[in-house]
């Protein structure tokens, strides 16, 4: 039991993503006023989707005294009247960060990377058992210090941040750790075969994926996307282009190639978007093809992303 | 023919030279072309890119034999780029150096594949038949203080399997963008030295587990792949027989690997005779194992003909005599006993290249 323990806090250590690039920029201080802001406003889908994966885990269980006690985080995210709850503290957080609270709340900055991580998370949640649904919450246990960590942080970096901003951060360090002591303490006890506790792990292990996976759409969305270096551009006869690289070639068409043109080292990925916008009024989802496009490339290794200091 | 237009060529191997002072005893060279001289001239190369660029190709790999052995190197290079193609250095490091290199950037160079024969500086020069693993280290360095990407290659046999993790170190340390661990495929050299050469499983299989290993720290893409003979499915070789590979030998002819100059009864074309796209299309040994009209059973209604292709056509000449039967590396095929009898066969002395005929 030790063993498996050790096993879970060990998936923290090595996949959490406080070792993500973005955070790890975020805590040193290195991220500028509009990267903390996208940060922000896509966060916020994320914390919207808590209470509904809370929901659907309440539905798994048929103990009161589990449902009484998880509950409780339903209550903290949505807080008992309006005006309160880790929601609201976090529509306090956009505004302290000078985000219009209303767009906010409207979603209308979502990444569709970041909507599909949160979504996988509700999936996840939706298609797996309690065991497994509680294991994925276990990312709580490595929550506690990455707020003590983000507080310090913002303090010292992002003095602008206006005041009472940061409490949607104070209120978690102390909910994370009643949480997942508690969630931890239920993992433990249920786990009773090897391969429950397998079945455990892999569920952490995937939470850590998808909290890793909305950061990289953040990254890609703040930096500034260029051609790889030593990529090669070469035009193809049907009007599609081919973004040539060591090993390998990738094909560019239709408004792809119009994307690309834009990525000049300058532009961050939401400009690109915004660019692209305001080039085709009344096209419905330009944005978000814009960004899964980016996405693409990078997985490709087409485009390379420098971070925006601005 | 059951296709009336040849596929686009992707990619042209570029053969410029088939000297090379290295002598690996797994050389990819033919056996029966020690002798052939560099028939075309840069002039002619750089025509050769510019009817690649237009066919549709967009990476060129120089090799040889050693392409650096040809002084006009650089002339070739700044053809190859002047018309638009990605240009790849796949080179042993010697005849090289530092300023060549930058010299050939300069030409339009954009990333270089370097070969080392192990990790161990002593059993590398023994496998390659000469002293070149300092240069080779120098090559590496000075590729990356370019900026160039660097490819690690080393073919992999019975003597350096064991020091997998040792290549790997130093593909980490060299800062290479991929390492390419390559079994030994078993033609021409290679071939003749193949009871010297072949693996057991049991390198195979802790190799693998050892690339499993590294292939989670950071360092470089580690292409890693069982080889044929121990994989009881042959490779789909060079993606198709004329599919997307087109090779230029040095004595001009068009081929569809290296490897099938050795193949008899097969009329390839040359360059500058014809053009390269009639060589790549038109000609009858281009055409002789394009498609699926030319399978055998049990590839013709096998579920697998559109991924391997029937496998190697170079490979089922050398182990059967015919190169239209199934590649008998596949466990489906009627030949396959011969890669089961090589594989429990006994061990034999290492022979350098060259060293047959003495």
Redesign the interface.
């Known amino acids: 039991m030790k063993d498996f323990e050790a096993a879970l806090r060990r998936i923290g250590e090595e996949r959490y993503h406080d070792r993500h690039p973005f955070n790890v920029r975020m805590h040193e201080g290195g991220l500028g006023r509009r990267a903390i802001q996208c940060w922000v406003a896509n966060r916020y889908y994320y914390q919207t989707r808590i209470p509904i994966k809370d929901g659907l885990i309440l539905t798994k269980s048929p103990e009161v005294s589990f449902r009484r006690e998880w509950v409780q985080r339903i209550h903290d995210h949505d807080g008992e009247r309006p005006g309160e709850g880790g929601l609201e503290l976090w529509l306090r957080l956009a505004e302290a960060v000078g985000l219009e609270r209303d767009r906010v709340e409207r979603l209308e900055d979502v990444l569709p990377g970041v909507r599909r991580a949160c979504d996988a998370y509700v999936e996840f949640v939706n298609g797996h058992d309690l065991l497994e649904s509680v294991a994925a919450s276990l990312t709580e246990l490595f929550a506690g210090s990455i707020m003590q960590t983000r507080i310090a942080a913002f303090e010292k970096h992002y003095a602008w941040v206006k005041p009472g901003g940061l409490d949607y951060f104070r209120s978690r360090t102390l909910q994370a750790p009643r949480d997942s002591d508690y969630g931890l303490a239920f993992v433990l006890e249920h786990a009773a075969s090897d391969a429950d506790r397998e079945r455990c792990l892999a569920a952490l292990r995937r939470k850590c994926e998808i909290l890793w996976s909305l950061l990289d759409a953040v990254e890609r969305a703040t930096a500034r996307p260029r051609l790889a ?2 990529a ?1 551009l ?1 035009d193809e006869p049907d009007g599609s282009r ?1 973004v ?4 390998r ?1 990738v094909r560019v068409a239709g408004s792809g190639v119009e994307i690309l043109a834009l990525c000049d080292g300058r532009r961050t990925g939401v400009d690109v978007a915004a660019a692209m916008v305001e080039r085709h009024p009344g096209r419905a989802g330009v944005a978000d093809d814009v960004h899964d496009f980016l996405e693409e490339m990078d997985a490709a290794g087409a485009l390379r992303f420098e971070p925006d200091q601005d | 023919m059951d296709r009336d237009v040849a596929p686009r060529p ?1 990619n042209l191997i570029a053969e410029l030279t088939y000297r090379c002072p290295l002598r690996c005893p797994y050389c990819s060279n033919p056996l029966s072309h020690a002798d052939t001289r560099d028939a075309l001239d840069a002039g002619a190369w750089g025509e050769v890119m510019r009817q690649a660029s237009a066919l549709g190709v ?2 060129v790999g120089l090799t040889g034999g050693e392409p650096s052995a040809r002084a006009d190197l650089e002339a070739i290079v700044a053809a190859a780029a002047g018309v ?1 193609l ?1 240009t ?1 250095l796949v080179t042993a490091g010697v005849p090289l150096d530092a300023d060549r290199l930058a010299d050939l950037q300069r030409a339009g160079l ?2 270089v594949q370097l070969s080392i024969q192990d990790a161990d500086p002593a059993e590398s020069d023994r496998i390659a038949g000469t002293a070149a693993f300092q240069r080779k280290l120098e090559i590496a360095r000075a590729t990356r203080a370019l ?3 660097l ?1 690690l290659n080393v073919v992999l046999h019975r003597h350096n399997l064991g020091r997998v993790r040792e290549i790997v170190g130093l593909a980490r340390e060299l800062d290479a ?2 390492l390419e661990l390559a079994n030994t495929q078993y033609h021409g050299w290679a071939l003749a030295n193949r009871a010297a050469l072949l693996p057991t499983r049991e390198q195979l299989d802790e190799a693998a587990r050892v690339v499993a290993e590294e292939r989670g720290r950071p360092g470089p893409e580690i292409l890693y792949v069982l080889p044929d003979y121990f994989s009881d499915r042959p490779k789909p070789c060079m993606g198709g027989w004329g599919r997307k590979n087109v090779v230029v030998a040095p004595d001009g002819r068009v081929l569809p690997c290296q490897a099938a100059a050795d193949l008899p009864g097969l009329e390839f074309w040359r360059v500058p005779e014809r053009d390269l796209a009639a060589c790549w299309n038109d000609s009858p040994g281009m055409n002789a194992f394009r498609g699926e009209a030319w399978m055998p059973e049990p590839c013709r209604s096998c579920d697998r003909r559109g991924e391997d292709f029937g496998g190697c056509r170079c490979q089922a000449f050398a182990l059967t005599g015919d190169a239209a039967r199934t590649d008998p590396a596949c466990a489906l095929a009627p030949d396959h006993h011969r890669i089961e009898a090589a594989r429990g066969a006994g061990v034999e002395p290492l022979r350098q290249r060259g060293a047959m005929r003495n």
């Open positions: 270096e030593h090669l070469r081919m040539v690289l060591p090993e070639a | 992707y967009l990476h638009g990605f790849h954009r990333s900026g160039l990407p490819v963008e991929r």
